[in-house]
């Protein structure tokens, strides 16, 4: 532990709000250039992907990165690799004993446990996307209660460490990771990306089943392509997945 803050990011620390989404959303808007990370101690309107809420009680890492990246739309969908990175990385400062994999699209396992959420969101089209906000919360105190049907349990890291880890030592950490995966991919782009985050990929090479809005789909989990989609070999062929929620069957080979 024990990371420098990142040389030209700024870094706002509130109290309590509704969602830092919104904070970022506002401070964009009002045509600040960031990048800055807004983090909360508290956020009362959090929220998750796929319109879910985020619950937040307090003493969980809650922050959001506004950033301009001079990015197309289909160069920042790989931000979500920078950052589930950067929160592994941050996992192995503050928990470096226990065992820590990246899950797609861009979530961060911690001893098979869901232990943090990151979101997206983004204006501007095509090949100019204005601002882009990456939005990550971490059980440093708290996990939400389990709720039937998830992918996985949801953990914290203090009922793995015996405490919660500080917030604002946990973002320093989160910044620091996050500076250098994105330095990393915009100096040599998305394939050192790819082969880091593939190291750690929870169940590379086995049978996980991807649910798509209209189908569910069996299958080993092969590979990522250069765009970031999951490759899945099926019985009836391979497939590329650009967005799905991923399970992993208990008795998978
Ligand atoms: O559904 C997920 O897994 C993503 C959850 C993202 C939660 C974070 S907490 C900080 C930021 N503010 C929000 O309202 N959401 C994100």
Do not use: C
Request: no cysteine; hydrophobic share 45%; charged share 25%.
């Amino acid at each position: 532990m024990g990371a420098d803050w990142p040389r030209g990011y700024g870094v706002e620390i509130l109290e309590e709000t509704g969602s830092t989404m919104d904070e970022a959303r506002s401070r964009a808007a009002a045509g600040v250039p960031g990048p800055v990370w807004v983090m909360a101690r508290r956020q009362t309107s959090g929220r998750g992907r796929r319109g879910n809420v985020w619950g937040d009680p307090g003493g969980n890492l809650a922050a959001t990165l506004l950033l301009r990246p001079k990015m197309g739309a289909k160069d920042a969908a790989r931000l979500s690799f920078v950052s589930s990175l950067a929160v592994a990385d941050m996992l192995g400062a503050l928990a470096p004993d226990k065992r820590i994999q990246t899950k797609w699209p861009n979530d961060a396992l911690i001893e098979g446990g869901k232990v943090s959420g990151i979101l997206l969101e983004s204006e501007g089209q095509g090949d100019h996307l204005e601002w882009v906000s990456v939005g990550i919360g971490v059980n440093l105190a708290h996990a939400p209660e389990p709720t039937p049907g998830a992918a996985f349990p949801p953990v914290s890291l203090a009922a793995l460490l015996g405490e919660a880890p500080d917030a604002e030592d946990a973002l320093r950490e989160l910044a620091a990771a996050f500076a250098r995966w994105l330095d990393i991919y915009r100096a040599q782009g998305f394939a050192p990306l790819r082969d880091s985050w593939l190291a750690r990929a929870a169940r590379l090479g086995e049978r996980i089943e991807a649910r798509l809005p209209r189908e569910t789909l069996s299958g080993v989990f092969a590979d990522i392509d250069s765009d970031g989609a999951l490759v899945l070999e099926t019985p009836q062929g391979t497939r590329k997945i650009a967005a799905a929620e991923v399970f992993f069957p208990q008795n998978a080979p």
